[in-house]
């Protein structure tokens, strides 16, 4: 039996300075959002030739007067992502952009992918994105308020809560880019740690109607490493999985599995270390449970 | 939990053997019927256009209020109400009318069988709201009553985008409403979206009006550009004839100028007006304008009576076919913008199908090794059930017509990493019972019994999640809510069922080999 209790209270600051840090950066520096929340045009563009390479590419887009032009190359050799922020983007820049790049760098070209979203669009997008992880996050809430008791509820929620902001956090500082996928990827994180939690939490409130003697201390403990194994394999293969996915997977789907990889590790971490000790805080014990049972019956 | 009735176990054969054959026919390439469904690949893997366009209904409110002053106007005239000051500014139509007649103002307008302002009684509300200050009367359209512009609108011009993309001839295009004032056109293995997007973006109003000399023409008159936009020319607001008459619009070639023209044909009506004005205007120039600017304005020579024409400008065969088309195809109601556009090409779609299928393989190898180092026949067992729930889910896209986009594949990837959660949990939870109980079946049997709430509670969480995303997502993330929701209800049923059955048959086998699992 591994003792993780007895890193409840060193656990607990080192995740009480990790979500102060990312609200500071999130606050401070702010997310890096991708032209789904900020508007703008994605370009994906293959050259045939090996004379072109993001120096020529950015020389030549500076000339178009098209505002902040953001040119890197993107997964091969050959192919490059162009964003541009230009707000007022009409709706022929694009083939405006082609005319120009055949007569600076000729034909050798093609647009493998191209995404142009209005600032009314993007604006919309960026809500609903909000109000999803918050609907998914009350939803959450409610469910387990239904199942539980108030205490794991608020346990889970804050642990829930903790993942987000963390995942978010990291972004932030990586400077990664924050798109539609991201955000389809921060609620299975918050279905993921959930689901984590909720099984240790299955098994706290078990235990609790087993053994009146032990302390909750120590209660959560022994539920933790009656657990482990399967939080353990579990995690293993989700992150297998996305692991294969961020490799091989393709360059859109980088943004997505690393976010999900972050979420994993975090909701892994803090099913045990934010979930566990709340319930310690709001001292849960058998009463709690029999209490609440009886109310609902 | 162990026990299965034969009649239960024919079914689950049934169920499996069904879902394998479905999910199968995605890989062959037979004409056989049964074989029929396919998944549908998203655009973001097969390549397309996905278009947003957002009508301008600002023109349409504006001609609905000037419509109402003129019969407004009439109205009052004919029943001798005097007025002063009749205007229409800041989309509201005002008018002064004398204090004493306020009343009866405001039974004409408010009335629930008034004429001007009809009354909508599933909304409860009349078409305008009236606001009356002393003698001052302000017309403003209603909440209802722009919803009704609006919608009737976007009706007629989501068939007129229906008519263009279809004329182009794309393969199986899907148009969708959106909203009230949106529409939604995705254009699956269109790689470049510039023709439809060009076509689009044209309301394609046509009329026939004479070209004047002099400002105090009877209809009024106005000066519009020529398409060169250099040359202009005051042109009468009188319209001869407009784009609802045409019957037929073709490019052609006229042989005599060597030009490109489009030649129309009208209908019956037209032809006569179009006859009686080519006959008294003989020696005139007649304009041709679309959307507020001249095309050509030839001089009449002869009298057009046989309700065919030609259209000239300085045309290539190109703009010629896409007016001919815009013509045949009518007028939108009101402009189109695009605001958003994401288009695929068919190389980078075909490449993400190839990295999704190399991820899954690789990701489900992965996890087939691990579960068989982890838990050896068991993990056997998990392992046919992760095989079998691929199937099933993918039987159950192909069934249900579901698009697979890229999150989509993902989705599937992490069902499979999610899927042994399940069985996991169950074997966990059977090891700890074995520590205590020395029959395998009681504890194989307990173990299933008393993990079930902990597997109900955990799925039903991811669940949640995806319901969200599917109601709150747009396009490829939607995809990837479906395959994740899917993939919950098909692990659960692999695990209870297909999982649950091979482990009762080898426990049963087994029963008194110690350390089973």
Known sequence: MINFNKFYKSFSIVSTLLVAISIILLSFKGLNFGIDFKGGTLIELRTQDNQTNVATLRGVFSKMNLGDVNIKKFGQDSDYLIKIEKKDTSSNIIELIKEDLTNSIGENFTFRRVENVGPKVSSELLKSGITAILLSLAAMLFYIWIRFEWQFSLGAIIALFHDVLITLGLFSLLNLEINLSIVAAVLTIVGYSMNDTVVIFDRVRENLRKYSDIKIFDLTNKSINETLSRTLITSITTLLALVSIYLFGGEILKGFSLAMIFGVIFGTYSSIYIANPILVKLRVSQKTIIKEEAEKN | ?517
């Not at chain 2, 397309?48 to 002053?69: C, F, H, M, R, W």
């Open chain 2, 1 to 517: 939990m162990l026990y299965f009735s034969k009649l239960r176990i024919i079914i689950i054969s049934i169920i499996t053997i069904f879902f394998l054959f479905i999910s199968l026919s995605n890989f062959l390439n037979t004409e056989d019927k049964f074989f029929s469904n396919k998944i549908n690949l998203g655009l973001d893997l097969q390549g397309g256009s996905y278009l947003l366009l957002e009508i301008d209904n600002d023109p349409v409110e504006l001609q609905k209020l000037q419509n109402t002053a003129t019969d407004i106007r009439n109205f009052l005239n004919k029943e001798n109400i005097k007025f002063i000051d009749l205007r229409i500014s800041n989309k509201s139509i005002i008018f002064n009318v004398d204090p004493t007649l306020k009343e009866k103002i405001e039974s004409f307008f408010m009335d629930k069988d008034s004429e001007i302002n009809p009354y909508y009684p599933q909304y409860k509300s009349h078409q305008f709201d009236l606001i009356s200050s002393n003698n001052e009367f302000q017309l403003k359209l209603s909440d209802y009553g722009l919803v009704e512009i609006k919608t009737s609108s976007q009706d007629q011009a989501i068939e007129i985008v229906r008519r263009r993309v279809d004329e182009v001839g794309t393969n199986e295009p899907n148009i969708l409403k959106r909203g009230n004032d949106r529409i939604l056109v995705e254009l699956p293995g269109l790689d470049d979206p510039m023709r439809i997007k060009s076509l689009l973006g044209k309301t394609a109003n046509l009329s026939f009006r004479f070209i004047t000399q002099n400002d105090n023409d009877t209809f009024g008159a106005e000066i519009l550009k020529y398409d060169d936009e250099i040359n202009e020319a005051l042109v009468s607001k009188r319209i001869i004839l407009s784009g609802e008459n045409l019957l037929d619009a073709q490019p052609n070639m006229n042989t005599q100028t060597n030009e490109t023209v489009v030649s129309f044909k009208l209908d019956r009506v037209g032809a006569k007006r179009f006859g009686k004005a080519t006959t008294e205007g003989i020696g005139k120039q007649l304009a041709i304008v679309l959307d507020g600017k001249i095309v050509s304005a030839p001089v009449i020579r002869d009298a057009i009576v046989s309700g065919s024409g030609q259209i000239s400008g300085n045309f290539t065969f190109q703009s010629a076919t896409d007016l001919a088309l815009l013509l045949r195809s009518g007028a939108l109601p009101a402009p189109l913008n695009i605001i958003e556009e994401r288009t695929v090409g068919p190389d980078l779609g075909q490449d993400s199908i190839n990295a999704g299928i190399i991820s899954l393989c690789i990701g489900f190898a992965l996890v087939i090794i691990f579960m068989i180092y982890k838990y050896k026949v068991f993990g056997f067992i998990a392992n046919i059930t992760l095989i079998v729930n691929l199937f099933f889910l993918i039987g159950i896209l192909t069934l249900f017509g579901a698009t697979l986009t890229l999150p989509g594949i993902a989705g599937i990837i992490l069902t499979v990493g999610m899927a042994v959660d399940a069985n996991v949990l169950i074997f966990e939870r059977i090891k700890e019972e074995l520590r205590e109980e020395k029959n395998n079946i009681i504890a194989f049997d307990s173990g299933y019994v008393k993990s079930k709430t902990a597997i109900i509670d955990a799925n039903v969480t991811t669940l949640i999640a995806a319901i969200i995303l599917f109601f709150m997502g747009s396009g490829p993330v939607k995809g990837f809510s479906v395959t994740l929701a899917v993939g919950i209800f098909t692990t659960l049923f692999s695990v209870y069922f297909i999982a649950r059955l091979l482990t009762s048959f080898y426990v049963v086998k087994n029963k008194e080999k110690p350390k089973l699992i």
